[in-house]
């Protein structure tokens, strides 16, 4: 089966300091992984996504993912919040040959100080 | 490109009343979309899987008499929230997967439609 934890549920950092948003999953084949940003009362929009290729995957807004098969982590960072990083993150796995939808980790809220 | 659309974004509506809610891939074509429900400050909780063309295939716990779906064409899949009550009240999305090729994995979400049922 397959599953996806984000094991911060919150997460606040000032502004200029690095972001760390921690995502593992666990899957029975070879996973692809996204991670989506949510704005209060918006739709998602997809950050970044790993589909086998390289490993240290680049996204949108200064973003960052590495894909971890040996700790099944896939932990997105960015090294200098700004206030408008403010948002809800879902880590979310795909695994097209299980024939599976989108699953969804619980999220992480980020809070940005100035 | 792959922009998927939703209408209404806002609605609000009477208990017992029928609300339908439009999801449209406006540049691509989707064999498959997917219709999820988020509680406030919750994830999303996928309710049914839409195929053009089928019968929509619902998630353990999700009552298809009163979520229907209808995936008429390879552009829009409808979800129709029969007899509303306040508890169906949510924030409910859409998202389209890209037919065929490489990318088929890929999923584009819509904005969402708010549901308050009053």
């Known amino acids: 089966a397959q599953s996806v934890t984000q094991l911060d549920s919150h997460v606040s950092v000032s502004e200029g300091t690095p972001v760390l948003l921690r995502c593992n999953y666990s899957s029975s084949y070879s996973p692809s992984l996204f991670w989506y940003v949510q704005h209060p009362n918006k739709g998602l929009q997809l950050l970044l996504k790993y589909t086998s290729a390289a490993t240290l995957v680049k996204g949108i807004n200064g973003f960052e993912a590495e894909f971890k098969k040996s700790e099944t982590s896939f932990h997105l960072t960015k090294p200098s919040a700004h206030m408008s990083d403010a948002a809800e993150y879902f880590c979310v796995v795909s695994v097209p040959q299980a024939g599976t939808a989108l699953i969804f980790g619980k999220g992480t809220t980020l809070s940005v100080s100035s | 490109g792959a922009v998927v659309s939703q209408h209404p974004s806002r609605v609000i509506c009477k208990s017992g009343t029928s609300v339908k809610i439009e999801c449209r891939s406006l540049?691509?074509?989707?064999?498959?979309m997917f219709w999820y429900r988020q509680f406030p400050k919750k994830s999303l909780m996928l309710m049914a899987t839409?195929?053009?063309?089928?019968?929509?295939?619902?998630e353990q716990g999700v009552e298809k008499d009163k979520f229907l779906i209808n995936h008429a064409s390879l552009t829009l899949s409808t979800l129709t929230v029969t007899s509303a009550h306040p508890e169906d009240s949510s924030f409910y999305i859409c998202s389209a997967r890209v037919s065929g090729g490489s990318a088929s994995y890929e999923q584009y979400f819509g904005p969402g439609t708010r549901l308050t049922v009053t």
């Open positions: 839409s195929n053009e063309g089928s019968k929509a295939t619902y």
């Open positions: 540049d691509f074509q989707a064999t498959t």
